[in-house]
């Protein structure tokens, strides 16, 4: 059975950091790429950075030099830090992995930047 749970979502001060964990089991997963997206209220959700089972990353415009991805594979884990938080970046975050066109989600964990 297939698990991705986030973690790591709060309320934070406008400035403030942010690190959002995610472990994935079930899965081979140093294979898969893996992603963090967003969405919030009345919007779209967006892909908010990724990285590949080779390392690579690539972010959205938005959050670059402010947030990075990274993956422990020893620990079916991907991180997403997040710096210099704005009240924009307010949404629940989602991990995604997948790979071979199957993906696979998370619930989601929330998170507020207050001004």
């Known amino acids: 059975q297939v698990q991705v749970v986030e973690s790591g979502g709060d309320l934070v001060q406008a400035g403030g950091p942010l690190r959002l964990s995610c472990v994935a089991s079930g899965i081979i997963f140093s294979i898969n790429n893996l992603a963090w997206y967003r969405q919030a209220p009345g919007k779209e959700r967006e892909l908010v950075a990724r990285?590949?089972?080779?390392?690579?990353?690539n972010y959205v415009d938005s959050v670059k030099g402010r947030f990075t991805i990274s993956r422990v594979n020893a620990k079916n884990t991907v991180y997403l830090q997040m710096n210099s938080l704005k009240p924009e970046d307010t949404a629940v975050y989602y991990c995604?992995?997948?790979?071979?066109?199957?993906?696979?989600w998370g619930q989601g964990t929330q998170v507020t930047v207050s001004s």
């Open positions: 990285i590949s089972s080779r390392g690579y990353t």
């Open positions: 995604n992995a997948g790979n071979s066109g199957i993906t696979y």
